[in-house]
């Protein structure tokens, strides 16, 4: 079999400002909702924080060294808002703009494209304060951030994208375990109403500017979730309330369909988290995009009566670790439905595609990734599959770039290509680091 790409095939590496350039309080950037939420005992696992993280905020030349050697054709990052206007309203920092027109021209003379995010998760805690995303309020502070952007990057950018998974928003209002850490679902559906609201202004605005190159999308991840036994009531059921209501489809409708999905409205409904909804919010959020981003990490087989099993072997008090099944073979079927289904008639992008290595220790027992190297070869191969079965594919980014700070599992989940030895800050390729330059020169997987 061959699995040679098509010719201009985008691949590339993605990273988030939060989770690589530490310089926490350097060059007038202002607090974010994750340095505080990090500092709170008990939130980070391992009590890791991301003040300095990778400090890419210094090093930035040594990460652009690393894509060379890669031989990445696009970079995949985000802006740091509170690097940008550090009370997220009013002063813009010009130590901010000044720090990724570095990095754009670092990248250029590299002759690596940009994708920018705009929102990934880190924002600026002076609005945290003011009820972040559950404030209507949000829709004129990010249209003000996002024209900062605009105005300062507008065309150096070739793809932006909006927001990075919004159901991290979600999870820090409605679970807790991300920031802001709050536990109330009403507040959050309604900040992820608020959220898709500032999608769709944002599209608005960029549609104004007629850029000649630059493109617009927003990445959604999607965990689909298949019942084990299509036939068992409870198994279905599982699958269906984890797609519809904490999934992809609480975006995915709403951003291609328009509106929330019937099954979506009626569990609001019912447990009274209907967010308020102003006239003309949909029509708003259902811009058409120039692309659409998937982040692909697995797919998730619901079997009620394993899970029950399983929760009965875990030992009270005990760290049973319940070791992840991995289904990537079914990306393709995912790609293919997930199009359907909302009707994407628009590019799509893999935005981010990993695999993390967890709790370890050993320095060259990280650095030999082989585990990596067969889960990214198994992704790719069925990528290649999808796109021939016509599935419009035009990059891949793998996450990531190094080691990073990964949100709540702190310094303990490592994603990688390169070691970051968080002591020192040197970067050490790993053996998937060579792998996939390999891979980019190839434009696809030796034979
Ligand atoms: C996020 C990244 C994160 C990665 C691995 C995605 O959900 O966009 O920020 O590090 O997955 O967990």
């Known amino acids: 079999m061959n699995y040679t790409f098509p010719e201009n095939f985008i691949w590339g590496v993605a990273t988030a400002a ?4 530490g310089g926490m309080r350097e060059g007038g ?4 909702n994750w340095d505080v939420f990090s500092h709170i005992p008990g939130t980070i696992s391992g009590g890791g924080v991301p003040d300095v993280a990778c400090d890419s905020y210094h090093l930035l030349d040594r990460d652009i060294a690393m894509m060379k050697e ?7 990052f ?11 309203t009013g002063e813009v920092n010009p130590e901010g703009i000044a720090y990724y027109k570095k990095l754009l021209a670092g990248l250029k003379e590299a002759g690596i494209t940009a994708n920018a995010t705009m929102f990934h998760w ?3 805690y002076a609005l945290q304060v003011k009820g972040g995303f559950g404030n209507r309020d949000m829709t004129g502070w990010f249209l003000n951030y996002a024209k900062v952007l605009l105005d300062n990057f507008g065309e150096d950018i070739e793809y932006w994208v909006t927001f990075n998974e919004p159901i991290a928003t979600f999870v820090g209002n409605a679970k807790g375990f991300f920031a802001p850490g709050l536990c109330d679902e009403a507040y959050a559906r309604q900040c992820c109403h608020n959220l898709l609201v500032c999608h769709g202004e944002t599209v608005k605005l960029f549609r104004s500017r007629n850029y000649k190159n630059a493109k617009i999308g927003i990445v959604v991840d999607v965990w689909k979730h298949y019942p084990a036994d299509p036939e068992n009531p409870e198994d279905v059921a599982a699958a269906a309330a984890a797609n519809e209501t904490e999934g992809y489809g609480m975006y995915l409708h709403p951003l291609f369909l328009g509106g929330y999905s019937r099954y979506l409205n009626a569990y609001m409904k019912e447990q009274d988290v209907m967010p308020d909804i102003m006239s003309g919010d949909f029509e708003t959020i259902r811009q058409k995009v120039d692309f659409y981003g998937m982040n692909f990490y697995n797919v998730l087989i619901d079997d009620s009566a394993k899970q029950r099993r399983l929760a009965a072997e875990q030992s009270e008090g005990g760290n049973y670790q319940n070791r992840p099944e991995y289904h990537t073979e ?15 008639d628009v590019p799509l992008f893999i935005s981010e595609n990993g695999l993390p290595q967890v709790g370890m220790t050993d320095r060259e027992a990280i650095l030999d990734d082989q585990e990596r190297i067969d889960y990214l070869d198994k992704v790719l191969k069925t990528l290649h599959k999808a796109m021939q079965g016509g599935i419009d594919v035009r990059g891949y980014y793998l996450w990531s770039l190094m080691d990073n700070f990964e949100w709540s599992a702190g310094y303990e989940h490592r994603f990688g290509i390169y070691y970051t030895d968080f002591e020192t800050l040197e970067r050490i390729p790993k053996k998937s680091a060579a792998w996939y330059a390999g891979v980019i020169r190839h434009n696809g997987l030796p034979e």
């Open 78 to 88: 985000s802006f740091s808002w509170p690097r940008i206007i550090p009370d997220g």
């Open 122 to 124: 880190d924002l600026p």
């Open 70 to 76: 890669l031989g990445v054709n696009s970079y995949r």
């Open 330 to 344: 079914l990306l393709d079927k995912v790609l293919k439905e997930i199009v359907e289904e909302y009707g994407i």
């Open 18 to 21: 939060q989770q690589i350039e």
């Open 29 to 32: 950037r202002g607090l974010s």
